[in-house]
């Protein structure tokens, strides 16, 4: 039983000088760290002209750079490379989505350096492209949104209304 007992008092010994050892820092005396965050890239979608038809429904995309450092993206996913993988999302006045016909591609990881597009500070680049060639689109009223993201690392910053005439 005294064994048992200087055990006990040995374990709470240990456990008192352990937690006096340990430091307290004030928040005076810490080192403040400033996280620089760089804006991301920004993305704008618009309709290039308002003659749209079944076969010719042309957009533009950008992508912008707001901040003062050169940045990258990778343009699988994107407009940039207009005839490969579904990256729009594209739905009708009834909540129909437009049918995905184009081609869909199995991407080595990590992409090659060639994979990525730089955009110099407070500029931006800009493609023009068909969503026709990859979409089976009907006449009609749409909402439009770029929803590429994951591999390009770019996020949608806004979404367009078209209307398709026939052909």
């Given at each position: 039983m005294v064994r048992q007992f200087s055990l006990i008092i040995g374990v709470g010994i240990i456990m008192f000088t352990g937690c006096q050892n340990q430091k307290t820092v004030s928040?005076?005396?810490?080192?403040k760290q400033t996280l620089t965050v760089i804006p991301k890239l920004a993305t704008h979608l618009r309709a290039y002209s308002n003659n749209l038809t079944t076969d010719s429904v042309i957009l533009s995309f950008t992508v912008a750079?707001?901040?003062?450092?050169?940045?990258?993206?990778?343009k699988w996913e994107t407009p940039f490379e207009p005839f490969l993988g579904k990256y729009m999302e594209i739905i009708d006045v009834q909540g129909n989505e437009a049918?995905?016909?184009?081609?869909?591609?199995?991407?080595?990881?990590?992409?090659?350096?060639?994979?990525?597009?730089q955009v110099p500070p407070h500029d931006s680049v800009s493609t023009v492209f068909n969503l026709a060639k990859n979409y089976s689109i009907k006449?009609?009223?749409?909402?439009?949104?770029?929803?590429?993201?994951?591999?390009?690392?770019?996020?949608?910053?806004?979404?367009?209304?078209?209307?398709?005439?026939?052909?």
């Amino acid at each position: 039983m005294v064994r048992q007992f200087s055990l006990i008092i040995g374990v709470g010994i240990i456990m008192f000088t352990g937690c006096q050892n340990q430091k307290t820092v004030s928040s005076a005396s810490k080192t403040k760290q400033t996280l620089t965050v760089i804006p991301k890239l920004a993305t704008h979608l618009r309709a290039y002209s308002n003659n749209l038809t079944t076969d010719s429904v042309i957009l533009s995309f950008t992508v912008a750079n707001h901040s003062d450092t050169m940045q990258r993206f990778c343009k699988w996913e994107t407009p940039f490379e207009p005839f490969l993988g579904k990256y729009m999302e594209i739905i009708d006045v009834q909540g129909n989505e437009a049918e995905f016909t184009g081609p869909m591609a199995k991407r080595m990881m990590p992409p090659p350096e060639e994979s990525y597009i730089q955009v110099p500070p407070h500029d931006s680049v800009s493609t023009v492209f068909n969503l026709a060639k990859n979409y089976s689109i009907k006449p009609g009223k749409y909402t439009v949104k770029y929803t590429g993201g994951g591999i390009s690392g770019l996020e949608p910053d806004n979404e367009i209304k078209i209307v398709v005439l026939g052909k």
